[in-house]
């Protein structure tokens, strides 16, 4: 079982929805996570993290984390075509003194005006 | 504030030549790390610098390796490339231990 799952997509919505990007993971040790967004030909920016349960909202980001049932995601309200890109979740883990840094395979967004 | 840059862009090679990719990190960071992305897939960690030294180490064979400069620069070296290193290369920088990591553009190493 990898260590970060996510559903690969793509996933298409109109502009203006509501999107739900989802992550789970199978570690349970101390840990908190990141959501990167990645544009097409370029390296990843860092949107939002969070350390504990519960939810962190930024603007028209939320991300929420759900540690008992090993579940992460991200939602984007009012959805634009920017928004179009891949989303990638991180785990971020104490290992050895040092923080390992374990991503998911990404979920492919696109945002149809 | 320059960012993270990588250089080169692109780069063919063939296979069982070696080569060599390059990194300048953020202004003020001192840690480098660099990954493997695949197409379809999450970045893979290969390796984090630190003051000149290789602090930790992913599931990478030796033919990867690395290294930093006293200006925080640092390279990634592959020898012996096979096919399936052709991937995108990440270089990320960072302060310290801080998790906060910036990206680079990436290096698209295709091998033919």
């Known amino acids: 079982q990898k260590e970060v799952e996510q559903d690969p997509g793509p996933l298409s919505v109109p502009e203006g929805a509501i999107v739900s990007l989802n992550c789970t993971y199978s570690?349970?040790?101390?840990?908190?996570f990141m959501w990167y967004r990645q544009y097409s030909r370029k390296g990843p920016e860092l949107l939002m993290y969070?350390?504990?349960?519960g939810n962190k909202e930024d603007g028209r980001f939320t991300a929420q984390v759900d540690k008992s049932s090993k579940y992460i995601s991200l939602f984007i309200r009012d959805s634009q075509p920017s928004d179009s890109a891949t989303y990638l979740c991180?785990?971020?883990?104490?290992?050895?003194?040092?923080?390992?840094?374990?991503f998911g395979t990404g979920t492919k967004l696109q945002v149809i005006p | 504030d320059a960012g993270v840059t990588q250089s080169p862009t692109h780069l063919i090679k063939t296979r069982g030549q070696q080569v060599t990719l390059r990194c300048s990190p953020k202004?003020?960071?001192?840690?480098v790390s660099w990954y493997q992305q695949a197409l379809g897939q999450g970045p893979q960690f290969i390796f984090q610098?630190?003051?000149?030294?290789?602090?930790q180490r992913g599931n990478f064979p030796d033919r990867f390796s690395g290294h930093q400069y006293p200006n925080y620069s640092s390279e990634l070296n592959v020898n012996a490339l096979l096919l399936g290193d052709s991937a995108l290369y990440l270089c990320?920088?960072?302060?310290?231990?801080?998790?906060?990591?910036?990206f680079g553009p990436g290096t698209r190493l295709t091998v033919l």
């Open positions: 202004s003020g960071h001192d840690t």
């Open positions: 969070t350390y504990s349960s």
């Open positions: 570690n349970s040790a101390f840990q908190y």
């Open positions: 991180a785990r971020i883990e104490n290992s050895g003194g040092y923080q390992k840094v374990t």
């Open positions: 610098y630190y003051e000149e030294e290789e602090r």
């Open positions: 990320a920088s960072s302060l310290g231990g801080s998790d906060t990591q910036y």
